[in-house]
T-cell receptor, first 107, second 111 residues
Framework: NAGVTQTPKFQVLKTGQSMTLQCAQDMNHNSMYWYRQDPGMGLRLIYYSASEGTTDKGEVPNGYNVSRLNKREFSLRLESAAPSQTSVYFC??????FGNGTRLTVT | DQQVKQNSPSLSVQEGRISILNCDYTNSMFDYFLWYKKYPAEGPTFLISISSIKDKNEDGRFTVFLNKSAKHLSLHIVPSQPGDSAVYFCAAVYNFNKFYFGSGTKLNVKP
């Protein structure tokens, strides 16, 4: 979707590996969000950043860390990936704009 | 425990007719509600929203109704078009940033 760029699009990890999902927006929004979507479920909020320099936990933060590097970028880090973190991850900028997702598989 | 529920996983409607998608919530702290549309392999697309101080909001073919006493909102699409076929999610918000999504309803609009 225009304005929100997520990388990578796909990733396969082994249990215990770490990785960082990147998200960047060019709409000058203060708030940014990370969600995960599992089959048959809606999106669940992992972490959000209401403004540059602030981050807060959402509904399912365990196993994740985030960094709001600047106003444009909000990254999500998995320090030690687990199979339960296999999911599609979406970043959002403001409340209206989503990226196209990162499909992560942990084996 | 799910705070936002969409109890119909799927809905099939004839082109030109009305589509009604429903959503129920449990938390009375929610003060803003949104509907999104999602195609496969894409992120959700914002459709329409409503504040808890209103009971109706309209935007073209899309109308959202909010019944706070029943903790229920619905999305009406009139007339439905084949391009409306997608998964629709409702979301509820409190404290500006605490978002909760329903599990989605897959709408199929038949030509």
């Amino acid at each position: 979707n225009a304005g929100v760029t997520q990388t990578p699009k796909f990733q396969v990890l082994k249990t215990g590996q770490s990785m960082t999902l990147q998200c960047a927006q060019d709409m000058n929004h203060n708030s940014m969000y990370w969600y995960r979507q599992d089959p048959g479920m809606g999106l669940r909020l992992i972490y959000y950043s209401a403004s540059e320099g602030t981050t807060d936990k959402g509904e399912v933060p365990n196993g994740y860390n985030v960094s709001r590097l600047n106003k444009r970028e909000f990254s999500l880090r998995l320090e030690s990936a687990a199979p339960s973190q296999t999911s599609v991850y979406f970043c959002a900028s403001g409340i209206h704009h989503f990226g196209n997702g990162t499909r992560l598989t942990v084996t | 425990d799910q705070q936002v529920k969409q109890n119909s996983p799927s809905l099939s409607v004839q082109e030109g007719r009305i589509s009604i998608l429903n959503c129920d919530y449990t938390n009375s702290m929610f003060d803003y509600f949104l509907w999104y549309k999602k195609y496969p392999a894409e992120g959700p697309t914002f459709l329409i929203s409503i504040s808890s101080i209103k009971d109706k909001n309209e935007d073209g073919r899309f109308t959202v109704f909010l019944n706070k006493s029943a903790k229920h909102l619905s999305l009406h699409i009139v007339p439905s078009q084949p391009g409306d076929s997608a998964v629709y999610f409702c979301a509820a918000v409190y404290n500006f940033n605490k978002f909760y999504f329903g599990s989605g309803t897959k709408l199929n609009v038949k030509p």
